[in-house]
Every structure is written in structure tokens, then in C-alpha cells.
């Protein structure tokens, strides 16, 4: 088992900022490529950023290319994505996930292991 929690969420201004983190317990983390999702109300969980086990690859959603960066410190056992330029489409409760097996990375059924989401607000 891996457990999952995030933090960091919030309410910001359009054009703002903010830091998620995503803390891990139980199994290796180093182990497991980690992604982070979103969901917005009414709308399908979908798919924001990846990174390897190692940190070296990342994968972004073209809607927050340029915007966020995802990263991880294997030593803290935890997982970052810095948001940058804000927008109120990026209004939604924002989880992250471990993978240990590849597969198609924007799907969530990729991932093992779910934490329960943080929100981010973002007004304009």
C-alpha cells in the first residue's frame, strides 16, 4: 500500500501562484512514476502532469504546458507541482496518484494508489 496525502492547495488570485505537495508513505517511493490530476465539478478527473521514478521525464497536459512544474524528492518521499499564472479554469480539486506499472499515463486507471485531493480556487 501506498498512502497518499496532498497539501498546499487554496484560494489565489488569476495570475497567481501555488506550490501542491504530495507526501507519501508505506512502499518504496522511488518505485512508483507519480502523476497528478484534476477535477473540476461536473467534469471527468483529467490528467495535469507525470514525472518518473527518477524525476529525469516529465509529461504535461497541453492545457498547463509552460504554466506548472512537476518534480520529487525521492529523499522526502514527495512529489511537487508548482503552479504559475493561475487561471480560473484551473478551479478544481487536484489529487496525486502513484504508478508502479507503465501504461497510458493520462489515464487514470494507470494508477495504483490515490490520495484524497486538494483544492485549488483560482478567482479572477
Known amino acids: 500500500q501506498v498512502q497518499l496525502v496532498e497539501s498546499g492547495g487554496g484560494l489565489v488570485q488569476a495570475g497567481g501562484s501555488l506550490r501542491l505537495s504530495c507526501a507519501a508513505s508505506?512502499?518504496?517511493?522511488?518505485?512508483?512514476?507519480m502523476g497528478w490530476f484534476r477535477q473540476a465539478p461536473g467534469q471527468e478527473r483529467e490528467f495535469v502532469a507525470r514525472i518518473s521514478w527518477s524525476g529525469g521525464i516529465t509529461y504535461y497536459a497541453g492545457s498547463v504546458q509552460g504554466r506548472i512544474s512537476i518534480s520529487r524528492d525521492n529523499a522526502k518521499n514527495t512529489v511537487y507541482v508548482q503552479m504559475n499564472s493561475l487561471k480560473p479554469e484551473d478551479t478544481a480539486v487536484y489529487y496525486c496518484?502513484?504508478?508502479?506499472?507503465?501504461?497510458?499515463?493520462?489515464?487514470?486507471?494507470?494508477?495504483?494508489?490515490w490520495g484524497q485531493g486538494t483544492q485549488v480556487t483560482v478567482s479572477s
Open positions: 496518484a502513484a504508478s508502479r506499472y507503465a501504461g497510458n499515463i493520462y489515464l487514470t486507471t494507470s494508477y495504483e494508489y
Open positions: 508505506g512502499r518504496t517511493f522511488s518505485n512508483y512514476a
